[in-house]
């Protein structure tokens, strides 16, 4: 092993070809990654930020909060399951919304949602007319004071104050009071999509001590028509924008990478057949010889790994906001790193083959 | 009684089957006695590589069997002839084959490495061989600042790491000029009697054999004469 990190050290010139592609790859997984990250940051923050501790779909809506319906009757059944301390609905719209001093077709995708039961932090509902808007619309000139043109009916509201992490599917969130959602979303809409005092879902905040995973099975047995997740399961039942494409980049990325470090170090490996040989002969063993390829190629994944999240931070800080959406966090470096590592400890593991046939007798030249 | 450093009793090497079937070493019966140095001389082809290779535990025997210091290497499995090799035998190749981006001391310690680490005792016992072989100002140089007789001597110098009971020596001044081929040998027959430690020299250079206590010829295969 000591062998090959001072082979590394001292012929480093040997391993450009290797290191320079395990940078690229590794750069690669960064950026690829960090794209689904930041595409997908503002997917689910708006279930996120709920201090419920579970919420309840209607079961035809198969876990989306668009297509789901929980009628009023269905909620008084939900506040009277044991366990269940308070028990608030959730209405949404996405809408476009007309900013001060743009024109009238310069519209900034929202998503307007009405809640009962303060978010994380305390956050009640606002007074009617006004909402909390979501961190990620100030990018997009909202201000503290702004008001708000909404939907179709131009429903003024006026920002409020600002929530972090809030997002949906990629928009930005307006918080407000149901009186608030109802004036934005108007009388006849309503008609034709909810019927009265219904609710897209409820949040469900359960009494102290209560098993939140245990109240979600006896809400839906006792109202029969429900699907109840816990907070976090509902937050990962928002669908990703895109992420199954990105993973399948990122895993042929991968694949990539496993091929062309096991081509270098198979090459390196017959450039080494001679010494490998005489090694042989002084008593070293294959599993010593592969311990010290696999240990070049961990240390070169390991900088090269180093360097691609290093250059990831700096992207992430001078790319503009609002702009790539490329959001690079310490799981996703880590994340990188390690597949980096797997990538180039795969590919130098093949070199195996070669390095036990490797013949000690042809050091001392061809049996004969 | 002592042990010989090598003794090879109806050692036969075969290569192939069938048709495809070459006898390397037919029946080769071949002692040699510990601190004797044996030169084994013959044209290309005619099988002293193979006996090298299975006196030093790089090949099996395909029938008889081979014998070093006293231990049977005929059945040994490739592990257990890798930690043999580790302490029982040395070796020095045509072109010295040291390690390119290790030093001269660290080329001893290449021993050390892939055997049982002793570390320390090790360390002493490189910076006395190369002291020994003249080499104590070179011990930090790579082998491309060498010259080809340094080279050869490092490669002495780590053949004799483990304290071997033989040495086996591969054409060990091919690549050098006479002047310095005639001193590398000195210096390997006056190393080895100092340590009683025996060896076997493949060589085609007749002025080689002088260094040695006695000449082996092989031709096909067979070992001939003794001289």
């Known amino acids: 092993m000591r062998l090959a990190l001072l082979e590394l050290r001292r012929r480093p010139s040997r391993f450009a070809g290797a290191a320079t592609v395990l940078v690229l790859v590794a750069g690669l997984l960064v950026f690829l990654g960090g794209l689904a990250d930041g595409l997908n940051a503002n997917t689910d923050g708006a279930l996120r930020i709920q201090s419920g501790d579970v919420v309840v779909f209607s079961a035809a809506s198969q876990r989306s909060l668009p297509q789901s319906v929980v009628t009023a009757a269905e909620a008084q059944q939900v506040a009277a399951v044991p366990g269940v301390e308070a028990v608030g609905g959730i209405d949404l719209l996405q809408v476009g919304a007309r900013l001060p001093g743009r024109g009238p077709r310069e519209l900034v995708d929202v998503a307007l949602f009405s809640f009962d039961i303060p978010l994380t932090d305390a956050v009640a509902p606002p007074p009617d007319g006004q909402v909390l808007a979501d961190a990620l619309l100030r990018e997009r000139g909202v201000r503290l004071g702004t008001t708000m043109l909404l939907g179709p009916t131009r429903a003024p509201v006026v920002v409020a104050g600002f929530v972090t992490d809030s997002g949906y599917q990629g928009q930005g969130t307006l918080w407000g009071s149901r009186a608030t959602f109802e004036a934005v979303r108007g009388e006849g809409r309503r008609a034709d999509v909810l019927p009265r005092d219904a609710a897209r879902v409820l949040v469900v905040r359960t ?35 895109g992420g199954a494409v990105f993973n399948a980049l990122i895993g042929l990325t991968v694949l990539v990478g496993v091929i062309v470090v096991a081509l270098f170090f198979i090459l390196l490996t017959i450039e080494r057949a001679a010494l490998y040989g005489v090694l042989k002969a002084v008593g070293g063993r294959s599993r010593t010889l592969l311990a010290g390829v696999i240990a070049q190629a961990t240390v070169l994944a390991a900088l090269a790994g180093c360097l691609a999240v290093s250059a990831g931070v700096v992207t992430d800080a001078v790319l503009p906001p609002g702009g790539v ?18 990538a180039a400890m795969a590919g130098s593991t093949v070199s195996l083959r070669r390095i036990v046939r490797s013949d000690p007798a042809s050091t001392i030249g061809r049996a004969t | 009684m002592t042990a010989p450093a090598l003794r090879l009793q109806s050692a036969r090497k075969v290569y192939g089957r069938g048709e495809t079937e070459v006898v390397a070493l037919e029946s080769a019966d071949l002692t040699v006695d510990a601190g004797e140095i044996v030169a084994l001389v013959g044209p290309s082809g005619s099988g002293k590589t193979t006996l090298c290779s299975i006196a030093g535990a790089l090949l099996t025997p395909t029938s008889g069997t081979v014998e070093v210091a006293g231990t049977d290497l005929s059945t040994m499995s490739e592990p257990r002839r890798a930690r043999f090799r580790q302490q029982g035998v040395g070796f020095v190749f045509q072109s010295a084959s040291l390690v390119p981006f290790l030093t001269a001391r660290e080329n001893l310690l290449v021993v050390d490495e892939m055997g049982p680490r ?3 005792a090790a360390r002493r016992r490189a910076d006395d061989l190369l002291a020994e072989l003249g080499l104590a100002d070179r011990a930090r140089n790579l082998p491309g600042q060498l010259s080809g007789g340094q080279r050869q001597r490092v490669a002495i110098g780590r053949a004799l790491m483990n304290q071997p009971a033989l040495v086996l020596f591969d054409e060990p001044t091919s690549a050098l000029d006479s002047r310095t081929g005639e001193s590398v040998m000195q210096l390997i027959r006056s190393e080895l009697r100092r340590r009683g430690t025996a060896a076997i020299v493949v060589t085609h250079d007749a002025r080689v054999t002088a260094y040695c206590d006695r000449s082996i010829r092989i031709s096909d295969g067979r070992l001939d004469a003794a001289s």
């Open chain 1, 325 to 342: 959406p490329f959001e690079l966090s310490p799981g996703r470096a880590v994340i990188s790193v390690v597949l980096v590592l797997v």
């Open chain 2, 118 to 120: 002793r570390r320390a």
């Open chain 1, 207 to 241: 009494a102290a001590g209560a098993d939140a995973e245990a109240v979600a099975r006896t809400i839906d047995a006792t109202v029969g028509s429900t699907t109840t997740l816990t907070r976090a399961a509902a937050a990962a039942a928002v669908p990703d924008i």
